[in-house]
């Protein structure tokens, strides 16, 4: 008796005029009467159900269990936490202690990028590198400020500072509620797992992004670099190189430090690289000594800065960092004016943007080289909790650097605890050398951004590699540079990313199907053609009989040979008007039209009208509907005449996951559209290589998957052909196949032992063996047995025949109703099939 709520549903659908469609009409008395799949020992009969809503909903709820296991990978600490030792305490230190000393120069300089003072770059970079072990996935990222989204903030802060009702408002302070905003949007991102979404910002957009922020970036350091004045260095990159070649003969000392600073530290780097080649025992060291070229430089530069301007403090030969607060001295609650955070709307696309992919990208990528994966939806839940408590000490929009992550990958950093280490580090050089931080050149300072973000930069090889996978991408990537040097740094991104969502959209909606022939194939080894065993040789190829052996099998490749394969191979249609279409892209609204276009005038182009079309009165035909040339010649045209009649199309679903309503009625469009065609006739639609059962259900209600009844009313029996799986563990075929070889096995043995037994005399001794019964006969009754109690089970539901497993089984079926329809119209005209 059907349920309350199936009752409901009935009643509700009644009263509502929907008619509802019972899945097995019709289908199990035609398909299943009578046919052979009933004798061959299947297990059952099964019979699809379709997929049901509460099914879905049951499988969107997380079990208790899972909710279990999100909470436990919020924090990602508590897996590893439980074995830390000391040999990982020692590479985390050395690491730890490495990017501690790198990445309090970088903080400082790139907090100029940001419009801000240089303690807020510490701030940043402290609280980065402790706050992320607790919820980060990657050992090697390092988190702190960052060049490009420096800038970016840099460009925030100038656009809010600009505004008049937000002119008074401290740097930090926009630059702080940035952060939080930006990182609430990251951590809800995080928390609703849609790591995914980096998924949609392409290389090409993410290294035309970075380089095009590379060449930005060092040009807005050219007028430091240089002790130049006069003119902004916020403007785009083309106009400030122009600016600055127009004012150098302004230049001051400050080239001097500046330049000499850059010189070195691509000297530095030069010479120890090529140390590191010739003397590989000792590459260790030499990495190392490498990593603190910035702090010998700075260093370096301090002591001459501090001899020059030691007794003139007030009136430096150049241009000099100053006083720089001890200790954090903007620890406080964040101020979040809604004036201020108002005018974040057009940038905050780009701030997340920059501090997402950047990140993901990186953990990604040393994940990889490092052989552990990361979870992009935890790093961004990582990166959100920093960059909202960040603020809290004062902090700016922080995300994870690659140079500084390539730094303690090398170092041998062993867990994310490294980061303790760093922050240690960050708050002793925030508490005790201050002083010397006074008299750092703000031109070394820019040399060391110049040569942080050279890093960034797209080699040429790589452009190349582009050139040879995708030329048109190649496109991209310097339509991304071009716009990030003669415009803004989001305008790049955002330019980069629209194009390659109209390449990838032209591509959904241009992408058509192919037409697949059938052809057939040997697997050949050397020169011998084996079987599905490659130890099953069947002989050399061109000199063994087919009948030695079931070596060949049919294949099906692109009529137009698109896919690359031998032109030579001549390929053939499975049967006379019988026609595969494989889809390329999928099969949803944006590309049914253009799919079934092509298969439609395709398949017009091939065949001929079952039946010539014909009007009462000429004015029945329809305007769009030209007809047949009137000439003679055209009518008696043998090309027309040679051409078969449309009888089946066989769609090949393997690159389809998910159909839509539109894509489907447009299939039902396009069948109704060719049983016009065959009139009176209709065609038979197989499908193969379903992915899922929605697919399924949605081709099922456009009345996809069973026989279509003809138009003339005749009826004929249908040849149900089914894919059938064996079962039945030790009753199997393997299993019968393996007791056969044993008995072949035996009986070879036991052939042996009676030649054995004459030749030394003893044959009464055979005789009285050969009486006894013995295992083989044993195991041939078994085997017996076994051929007897095999069973089978199909793979595709009975009542949905039209369905396939694959594209074998496919053709089988549509050959064997065509030949089916056509003996049976012959029997029933009183013609001989």
């Given at each position: 008796m059907p349920s309350f709520a199936a009752r409901t549903g009935h009643g509700l659908a009644k009263a509502l005029g929907i008619k509802l469609q019972d899945p097995n009409q019709d289908t199990a008395v035609a398909v299943t009467r009578g046919e052979s799949i009933r004798s061959m020992q299947t297990n059952g009969s099964f019979v699809e159900e379709p997929p049901t809503t509460s099914e879905w909903l049951h499988d969107q709820i997380p079990t208790q269990q899972e909710a279990g296991a999100y909470v436990k990978s919020l924090f990602p600490f508590l897996s590893w936490m439980g074995h830390y030792n000391l040999q990982w305490l020692a590479g985390d230190i050395v690491a730890g202690v490495t990017i501690g000393a790198v990445v309090v120069p970088q903080g400082m300089a790139y907090a100029s990028l940001a419009k801000l003072q240089p303690q807020f770059g510490l701030y940043s970079s402290f609280m980065g590198v402790i706050m992320y072990w607790i919820f980060g996935t990657s050992k090697d990222i390092s988190i702190g400020p960052v060049a490009v989204l420096s800038t970016v903030v840099g460009t925030v802060v100038e656009d809010v500072a600009s505004s008049p009702d937000t002119r008074d408002v401290p740097a930090h302070v926009i630059a702080s509620a940035l952060s939080i905003i930006?990182?609430?949007i990251v951590l809800a991102i995080g928390l609703l797992r849609c790591g995914w979404i980096v998924d949609l910002i392409s290389i090409t957009s993410l290294s035309a992004f970075m380089t095009g922020s590379a060449i930005t970036i060092a040009a807005s350091q050219l007028p430091s670099l240089m002790g130049l004045t006069g003119f902004s260095n916020r403007d785009s990159a083309y106009r400030v190189v122009k600016n600055t070649l127009k004012h150098l003969p302004e230049t001051k000392l400050d080239a001097a430090m500046g330049l000499t600073a850059l010189f070195f530290l691509y000297l530095i780097r030069y010479v120890l690289t090529s140390a590191a080649e010739r003397c590989p025992t000792h590459k260790r060291i030499i990495f190392f000594v490498n990593t603190m070229r910035t702090v010998f430089v700075i260093l370096l530069y301090t002591v001459v800065s501090w001899l020059a301007n030691m007794h003139r403090r007030d009136d430096p030969m150049f241009h000099i960092l100053g006083t720089v607060p001890k200790g954090l001295r903007n620890a406080a609650v964040p101020e979040l004016s809604s004036s201020v955070v108002a005018h974040f709307g057009s940038h905050l696309p780009a701030t997340v943007v920059v501090m997402l992919v950047e990140h993901v990208a990186i953990s990604k990528s040393f994940g990889r080289v490092n052989n552990y994966?990361?979870?992009?939806?935890?790093?961004?839940?990582?990166?959100?909790?920093?960059?909202?408590?960040?603020p809290f000490l004062g902090g700016y929009p922080s995300t994870g650097s690659f140079s500084r992550t390539a730094i303690q990958s090398k170092a041998g950093v062993r867990t994310p605890a490294a980061g303790i280490i760093t922050g240690l580090v960050v708050l002793l050089a925030t508490y005790l050398l201050t002083a010397v931080f006074f008299y750092i050149p703000s031109a070394t300072l820019?040399?060391?951004?110049?040569h942080a973000v050279g890093d960034l930069i797209t080699p040429p090889d790589t452009v190349y590699q582009f050139w040879l996978v995708s030329p048109i991408e190649l496109f991209v990537f310097f339509v991304g540079v071009f716009v990030n040097v003669f415009a803004q740094i989001e305008d790049g991104l955002y330019a980069t990313v629209a194009i390659s969502a109209a390449i990838l959209l032209y591509r959904i909606l241009k992408a058509r199907g192919q037409f697949l022939g059938k052809v057939r194939v040997h697997t050949v080894l050397g020169d011998h053609v084996i079987g599905e065993d490659p130890k099953q040789v069947f002989g050399e190829y061109g000199t063994f009989k087919e009948s030695d052996g079931n070596a060949a099998r049919n294949i099906y490749l692109p009529l137009d040979h698109g896919d690359g394969t031998n032109p030579e191979v001549d390929l053939e249609s499975p049967y006379p008007g019988i026609f595969i279409y494989r889809f390329s892209e999928g099969f949803h609204y944006p590309n049914a039209n253009s799919s079934l276009d092509y298969l439609t005038n395709f398949i017009v182009s091939q065949t001929r009208r079952a039946s010539p079309e014909t009007y009462e009165r000429a004015g029945d035909r329809p305007w769009s509907n030209p007809g047949p040339r009137k000439s003679a010649k055209s009518r008696e045209n043998p090309e027309v005449n040679i051409l078969p009649v449309l009888r089946a199309i066989i769609l090949d679903f393997s690159?389809?996951?998910?159909?839509?309503?539109?894509?489907?009625?447009?299939?039902?469009?396009?069948?109704?559209?060719?049983?016009v065609y065959t009139a009176p006739d209709?065609?038979?639609?197989?499908?193969?290589?379903?992915?899922?059962?929605?697919?399924?259900?949605?081709?099922?209600?456009?009345g996809f998957g069973i026989p279509t009844k003809t138009s003339d009313g005749l009826h004929r029996r249908w040849k149900s052909i089914f894919s059938v799986a064996e079962i039945g563990g030790k009753d199997s075929a393997a299993a019968v196949a393996e007791v056969k070889a044993n008995e072949t096995e035996l009986q070879a043995s036991q052939s042996r032992m009676r030649k054995l037994d004459e030749e030394i005399g003893q044959a009464s001794n055979s005789d009285d063996v050969s009486n006894q019964p013995n295992d083989c006969d044993e195991k041939s009754e078994e085997a017996g047995m076994a051929t007897q109690r095999r069973r089978g089970a199909v793979i595709h539901g009975l009542n949905r025949p039209l369905f396939h497993v694959d594209l074998t089984s496919a053709v089988q079926s549509a050959i064997a109703n065509v030949v089916a329809k056509e003996e049976f119209k012959a029997g029933a005209s009183g013609l001989p099939s």
């Open positions: 930006a990182g609430c994966t990361i979870d992009p939806s935890q790093e961004m839940v990582a990166i959100g909790v920093t960059n909202i408590l960040g820019a040399a060391v951004i110049i690159s389809v996951n998910n159909v839509d309503i539109t894509s489907v009625q447009r299939l039902i469009d396009v069948r109704n559209q060719l049983d209709v065609v038979d639609w197989h499908v193969a290589c379903i992915n899922n059962r929605w697919t399924k259900q949605a081709l099922v209600a456009g």
